[in-house]
């Protein structure tokens, strides 16, 4: 594991520059790449703005803010990459375009180069059958700002092999990430546990009963959550955030439980992205007059907060009884990767699993809709009394 010194990251983007930082800190040898000049310029730019930050914070004193810069390097060419015993693919979400660059990997460094890419969305073994050696390939998600965000999920995909698992998440876990591990599935761990959040959220408002202002109120007053669904929406991008579940409901075949809505296609179309626009649900313009929450704790938690919750407990049951990940990554990943107030299997237990789907079944049946459908995982443990966390 300690044999890895360089560490290759290919696209400069977003996540490729936070993830660049974040392997220079750990004490690698870095170099990252991308075809166009402007991309690196931009990088480096981004990097070193937030390396000053971390010295005018007194985070870092300069002397490590230096040496972090220093094992940074920049370059369009990547026949530089021979040496790593790690790269980390973060460019454009193109399946042809990935498999193209694994092929052209691997035709550059040793064989036993990991080669981990940091796709949301594209499955681990489609980008791994374009390589010669498969078992190399795993899955490395970072969240966004790679630099702050503490999780890591790592996926093997069908044709990784368990070393290839084995070293990639030792490795991450000394660079001070939170790693869980989940199975090589549409939206992995977060992005599938988390869409209820958004998409119950909206069918909610699209009822009419209560404005999104109301919503966000519910999910923050009453569940603790850090932001509401459509102020969270506006931060992400309605664009990103409409294209994942797009994506997420079309690779698990149509499934009702993840269908996308109709008010944020709109809202895409529109180009009401959110912050980055200006304007999403809400409106970001100077001295914009945007809808108040109703205050009233009642409605909220009869007829919003446990509506969603309910949705995102059997979401992670699901996912927990279709072996993504384990009950505790499961938890982890919530809380670490989009700042969830508690573990949703946590929750659970303390709602009442019968409580839950008590709830479900009700929503179920008024309905008449598949995507309330239990999971059933909840039944099973109702049944026979159990928890999530027996003490
Ligand atoms: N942005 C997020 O919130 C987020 C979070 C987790 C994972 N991801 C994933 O990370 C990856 C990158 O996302 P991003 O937001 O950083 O994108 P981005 O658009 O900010 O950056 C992509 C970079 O890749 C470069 N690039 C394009 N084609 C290339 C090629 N063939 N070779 C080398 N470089 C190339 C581009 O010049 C650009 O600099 C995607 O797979 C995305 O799904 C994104």
């Known amino acids: 594991m300690n044999e890895i010194k360089v560490v290759g990251i290919v696209g400069a983007g977003a996540m490729g520059s936070g993830i660049a930082q974040v392997a220079a800190l750990a004490g ?4 990252l790449v991308d075809p166009f000049k402007d991309a690196l310029n931009k990088a480096k730019e981004q990097i070193h703005r937030t390396l000053r930050k971390q010295v005018e914070k007194g985070a870092y004193d300069q002397q490590k803010s230096d040496s972090i810069s220093a094992n940074i390097s ?10 790593c015993g790690l790269i980390i693919e973060a460019i454009i979400e193109d399946l042809g375009v ?4 694994f092929s052209d990997l691997e035709k550059i460094v040793s064989d036993n180069c990991i080669l981990g890419t940091n796709t949301s969305s594209l499955s681990i073994v489609s980008i791994a059958s374009a390589c010669r050696k498969p ?8 969240f966004n700002p790679a630099q702050i965000m503490p999780l890591v999920e790592i996926i093997p995909g069908l044709t990784t092999n368990e070393n290839t698992a084995i070293i990639t998440k030792n490795l991450i876990d000394t ?9 090589d599935t549409p939206g992995f761990i977060v992005n599938r546990i988390a869409r209820p959040y958004y998409g119950e959220a909206i069918r909610i408002y699209e009822e009419g009963e209560h404005s999104f202002a109301t919503i966000d109120w519910a999910m923050k007053t009453i569940g603790g959550f850090k932001m509401g669904p459509f102020e969270l929406m506006d931060f992400i991008g309605n664009d990103i955030n409409y294209k994942v579940t797009e994506t997420i409901f079309e690779q698990l075949f149509y499934d009702p439980r993840y269908k996308p809505s109709i008010t944020q296609k709109r809202l895409y179309e529109a180009k009401r992205f959110g912050k980055k626009s200006g304007r999403g649900y809400y409106d970001y313009a100077e001295g914009a007059i945007n809808p108040q929450p109703v205050n009233d704790y009642y409605i909220a938690n009869q007829k ?6 309910v949705m995102l407990v059997n979401e992670a049951a699901e996912a927990l009884f279709l072996k993504i990940a384990t009950k505790e990554d499961i938890d982890l990943a919530m809380t670490k990767g989009v700042n969830y107030p508690k573990g949703l299997l946590q929750w659970a237990d303390e709602l009442g699993i019968g ?6 079944e009700k929503l179920h049946f008024d309905y008449g809709d598949d995507r309330y459908r239990p999971s059933i995982l909840l039944r099973k443990m109702h049944n026979q009394s159990k928890f ?4």
């Open 304 to 309: 919003i907060f446990t509506r969603i919750i």
């Open 355 to 360: 409580y839950v789907l008590n709830v479900l």
């Open 98 to 101: 990935k498999q193209k660059l």
């Open 28 to 31: 690698h040898i870095v170099i």
């Open 135 to 142: 078992e190399r390939v795993i899955g490395i998600h970072f």
């Open 388 to 391: 999530f966390y027996p003490e």
């Open 74 to 83: 920049f370059t369009d060419d990547i026949n530089h990459l021979k040496d």
């Open 175 to 183: 660079w001070g990430k939170k790693t869980v591990l989940a199975k």
